[in-house]
């Protein structure tokens, strides 16, 4: 453990953070027996194991109904095409988020609409939602960041008022609750990733859980090339998709599934230590979500600095706390409005992957979400995997950014 006069490990000193922090993914021979199963077996497709999964994780979310896919960005098209968003249909999500929960909006034809996040959970702001509503509103996609739940007593609510569906991008929220229900199953339906940092991976991988039977047929549908439910193998009675799991992703999904619950835990043990010891500090603001969400999966811990209060660069900060040995980036840095395809999207001709959105009416060059901007400026992000750490080291990384921030005049001169 430092003490308060040991220097900055970028200036030279002992660093906070002592011992290395877990790998991630974590396997052990569960995953082994379970591909070597699926291995001789033969059966390497879309059988028995995937079905399985789907069923595991439908109950784990405690939603009646899953649909795997190839990922989190297939799972929130499928959804969308599933929930009848067409071409023309607006689709208001926010900025703050991966290029996933806007890009799958273009891919269905429809337009997204950018409504700003709240400044303490980082999510949507209903108010912003509501401002955005037009008669061409169709759906809007609520992201849980970071495994914290939006608005959703909110959320849900004012768009049944509206005629709207909600999908939820629960890409990080594997195991959130909102007063005890689990995340995807607050709105029509809620997507998830299995991507490689996720908090339960088998490399890529996603599903989508709902209680309406319909919909999962019709996403079940989409996923299988078209097939209606009880088809004839080459009879097609929608348009659809090759978006299946293969059985080898199925048994890794199926073991991982069986240390998530003790992970989420875990993790939101070691992110409570977090809380307490950095509350207060000095340029350090915490995320404050409602006490309504009763579990909270952490895919990162998030904290937000400022940078005058702090004296520092919020690039020169994490600088710091990577040299002290903590893990810690920037996060989502641009809003995704700022990124070129949105930029350019209404510079033609229409092109299928340069400018879908061309001569639809849209100019985002003008959208600004000052809160979302902010907080690209000033978030920290800490992997999920430092928080499967033991507690003793917990207290070393809140140690790390303790010292940094004691230091923060040694940087500005250094
Ligand atoms: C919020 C969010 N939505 C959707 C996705 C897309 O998931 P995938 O990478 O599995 O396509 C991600 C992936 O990081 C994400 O963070």
Known sequence: MTNSSTPL????GKRACEQSWPAWPVFDNTERTMLSDVLESGQWWFGARVRAFETEYAAFQGARHAVTCTNGTTAIEMGLRALGVVEGDEVIVPPYSFIATASAVVTVGAIP????IQPDTLCLDPDQVEARITPRTKAVIPVHVAGCIAAMDRITPLARRHGLRVLEDAA???????KGRGAGT??????????????ITAGEGGILVTDDEELADLCRSYTHCGRLKGAAWYDHGVLGSNLRLTEF????????LT????????????AA?????????????????TPAMTRRSYHMYVFRVDEQLLGLPRQRFIEALNAEGLPASVGWYRPLYANVVFRQAHQGPAHGIRSPLANKGVDYRSVS????????????WIPQQVLLAEPEAIHQAAEAIRKVIRHAGKLRTA
Do not use: M, Y
């Open 9 to 12: 490990a970028l200036l030279g």
């Open 113 to 116: 609409v950018f409504a700003d």
């Open 172 to 178: 990080h929220a594997w195991g959130s609750q909102w």
């Open 186 to 199: 607050l709105g029509d339906c809620g997507t998830f990733s299995f991507q490689a940092s996720k908090n």
């Open 249 to 256: 992703q199925a048994a890794i999904l199926l073991a991982q």
């Open 259 to 270: 240390r998530l619950e003790s992970q989420t835990l875990r993790r939101a043990a070691n």
């Open 273 to 289: 230590i977090l809380d307490q010891a950095l509350a207060g500090l000095p340029g350090v603001r915490l995320l404050a979500p």
């Open 369 to 380: 979400c000052p809160v979302c901007e902010q907080v690209c400026r000033d978030a920290v």
